[in-house]
């Protein structure tokens, strides 16, 4: 069986409502041959700990797949040698005051540690400064054919700044949508996956 990790934006967790539509699209919408299981956990806020744990994450369970949105995206472009689709990967988060600054949020979904707060310091936003200064070393020629990026023409929040960086590193493999920031049901169904059958991943 085929096995597909998605990596969730910020403020989000692996309970979330695109969580929910992907586990429906990928194991109760299609034929029994071809479901594939989701795994989503709940990424933690601070990134100097959530991506040594998705990476040892995925060298564990070594999905066919991974799939991350906006925050999700930064981090699965960095999963070098897993076959990826960033869609509208935020980069530059740090530089989002609006959204990351310092003080307490509210998840925006259900956690399955039960909080439904959490606090960004000056050091948690300094250590998305020191990922983002180093999110793209180590891209190889071979990386290069394995990571994948969709970016929505309405997205007002990202896409215009991050779509020219990906390509940067990855000419060639990015492509547009219709659609804002978030994925939905008809991006899901008429973007993501044909474009994970286009591409013959699963």
Request: glycine share 8%; charged share 25%; proline share 5%.
């Amino acid at each position: 069986m085929k096995k597909i990790l998605y990596l969730h934006g910020f403020g989000s967790s692996g309970s979330s409502g695109t969580v929910g539509l992907l586990r429906r699209e990928f194991w109760e919408k299609v034929d029994p041959a071809h479901r594939a299981t989701v795994l989503a956990p709940d990424i933690p806020v601070d990134p100097a700990v959530a991506f040594p744990m998705l990476e040892a994450l995925a060298y564990d369970e070594m999905p066919d797949l991974t799939i991350g949105t906006s925050l999700g995206g930064t981090y699965a472009q960095q999963l070098r040698g897993f076959v990826r689709i960033c869609v509208n990967p935020s980069f530059w988060l740090s530089k989002k005051y609006d959204i990351l600054h310092v003080g307490k949020h509210k998840w925006m979904s259900r956690r399955s540690d039960g909080e439904t707060e959490f606090h960004i310091t000056k050091e948690i936003i300094a250590h998305y400064q020191e990922m983002e200064a180093h999110q793209f070393d180590g891209v190889t020629d071979d990386d290069r054919t394995l990571c994948h990026g969709l970016f929505g023409d309405e997205d007002t929040v990202l896409s215009a700044l991050t779509r020219p960086e990906f390509e940067r590193h990855y000419p060639g493999m990015s492509r547009t949508f219709h659609g804002g920031h978030r994925l939905n049901d008809h991006v899901v169904t008429h973007t993501l996956l044909p474009f994970i059958q286009e591409l013959g991943l699963l």
